[in-house]
C-alpha cells in the first residue's frame, strides 16, 4: 500500500471512529446520531407475529430519542451484533439450503473491542443495548461496552492522532510499560 493511500486510509478511520465534524460518520458525532436517528423509521413492511412478541417482551418502547451525550459507549471485548435482544438462534426453513442451521438469522454481525458506538436503545431486562458503530446497528450484550465521557473521548482521539498500530500476524502477546501481559481474563487490554 503506498503511502498516499495508507494517509487516505487513516484519514477515513479517524473521520468513522473518531470524527466529531459535521460530516464524519462516528458514533460518537452528535450530528451524524441525529442524522441516522431520524432515518430510523419503519419502511413499511409488516413485521412477522414471532418479531413482533419477542420486541415487545424486551425492548423499551420510545427508542428513538434525541442525541445524548451521555450514551456514548466503548466495546471493552468482542460482541456479536444480533437483530434482537437474544442468545437464542432463530432458522428459516430447514428444507432450503442456506436457511435452516447453522444459519442463525438473528445473528448480524460482530463488533470488535475498541470500537466507538452510541447506544440509542436498551432491553427492559438491561441486559442488552441497541448500538450504532461505525460499520453495523444491533443489539450487543451490555456487558461488552462502557459508557464514555468527554474526558474519555478527548484522551482516545488523542491517543488515536498520537499513534494507531495494527497486528498483521497471529499469535500477537501484548506487554504493557510494566511488563505485565495486557490480557484479562475478558481478553480484553488493560
Same mark, same amino acid.
Given at each position: ?50 418479531? $413482533? ?6 425492548? #423499551? ?7 445524548? @451525550? ?15 435482544? #437474544? ?36 432491553? $427492559?431486562? $438491561? ?38 498500530? @495494527?497486528? #498483521? ?22
Amino acid at each position: 500500500m503506498t503511502e498516499t493511500s495508507q494517509h487516505s486510509a487513516f484519514l477515513s478511520l479517524k473521520s468513522r471512529y473518531f470524527g466529531v465534524s459535521a460530516n464524519d460518520e462516528s458514533p460518537w458525532n452528535p450530528i451524524f446520531i441525529k442524522k441516522k436517528l431520524a432515518a430510523t423509521g419503519e419502511n413499511f413492511r409488516e413485521r412477522s407475529y414471532f418479531w $413482533k412478541t419477542e420486541l415487545k417482551k424486551n425492548t #423499551t418502547i420510545d427508542i428513538y430519542e434525541q442525541f445524548n @451525550a451521555d450514551n456514548r459507549a466503548i466495546m471493552i471485548t468482542e460482541s456479536s451484533v444480533r437483530m434482537l435482544p #437474544t442468545t437464542t438462534p432463530a432458522f428459516y426453513d430447514f428444507k432450503k439450503a442456506g436457511e435452516g442451521y447453522p444459519f442463525d438469522i438473528l445473528q448480524d454481525s460482530s463488533i470488535r473491542p475498541g470500537t466507538p458506538v452510541y447506544i440509542f436503545g436498551e432491553s $427492559k431486562d $438491561k441486559a442488552w443495548k441497541l448500538i450504532i458503530s461505525p460499520a453495523v446497528m444491533g443489539w450487543v450484550k451490555s456487558d461488552d461496552l462502557a459508557k464514555t465521557n468527554e474526558t474519555f473521548i478527548s484522551q482516545w482521539i488523542a491517543y488515536a492522532e498520537q499513534n494507531l498500530g @495494527a497486528f #498483521t500476524k497471529e499469535p500477537v502477546s501484548v506487554i504493557d510499560s510494566k511488563g505485565n501481559s495486557c490480557r484479562n481474563k475478558r481478553n480484553v487490554c488493560c
